[in-house]
């Protein structure tokens, strides 16, 4: 088989979708669409995820250096997709159907309807140009009772179905296309 030379890009390395929840300034609960997310080691299990240019998730973070992360699955990706597609500046950014619960360690917003919240304390930022890194210390994870079941882990994913994305669009768990970014906030309903 043969290979060329490409620019940098990510296409091949689809990325599971959360909702980092914050607090703006007058304690209202945010919520933005973020998939640069993974796992990283420091004596326990933490969380190290990054966030391009200038976002309001990110102020809010950096201002209380606490989130959460709520996985997005299939039922929540309309709303996920209004919520990463809409500013934050936006004042009817959060006008959507919510079911928002309080963590239960740290005082994050999560979304009840998420199968699993983390949450997040920063530990670390790291600047490099216009992005940034947070390495986090996973305080809690709070996780769905019908995950406690005895069916395996490939069942478990297949029934809670989270969302990839890559190439500008959203994946299921088994690949099928559910979209590009901005077409599943359509199905909301005004």
């Known amino acids: 088989m043969g290979k060329k030379s490409l620019k940098p ?8 979708l959360f909702l980092y929840g914050t607090y703006d300034e007058d304690k209202k609960p945010d919520f933005g669409l973020f998939c640069w997310f ?40 309309s709303v996920a997709d209004h919520l990463g597609t809409v500013s934050g500046k936006d004042p009817n950014k959060m006008n959507v159907e919510l079911d928002i ?11 009840n309807d998420s199968p699993v919240n983390f949450e997040l304390e920063v530990m670390d930022f790291i600047y490099k140009h216009d992005g940034t890194v947070m390495l986090c ?23 809670i179905a989270p969302v990839k994305t890559t190439c500008k669009h959203y994946f299921s768990y088994t690949g099928k296309d559910l979209g590009g970014w901005g077409e599943p906030r359509k199905n909301l309903k005004d």
């Open 101 to 111: 619960g309080k963590g239960e360690v740290l005082d994050v917003p999560v979304l």
């Open 137 to 159: 210390k996973i305080r809690n994870v709070l996780q769905d009772d019908s995950l406690s079941s005895n069916e395996t882990f490939e069942e478990k994913l297949m029934r």
């Open 38 to 77: 993974s796992y990283f080691w420091h004596g326990e299990m933490g969380v190290m995820c990054s966030i391009g240019g200038n976002k309001t998730t990110l102020e809010n973070i950096k201002r209380n250096k606490i989130f959460s992360a709520n996985l997005v699955t299939e039922n929540l990706l």
């Open 9 to 16: 890009y990510n296409d091949y390395c689809p990325q599971t």
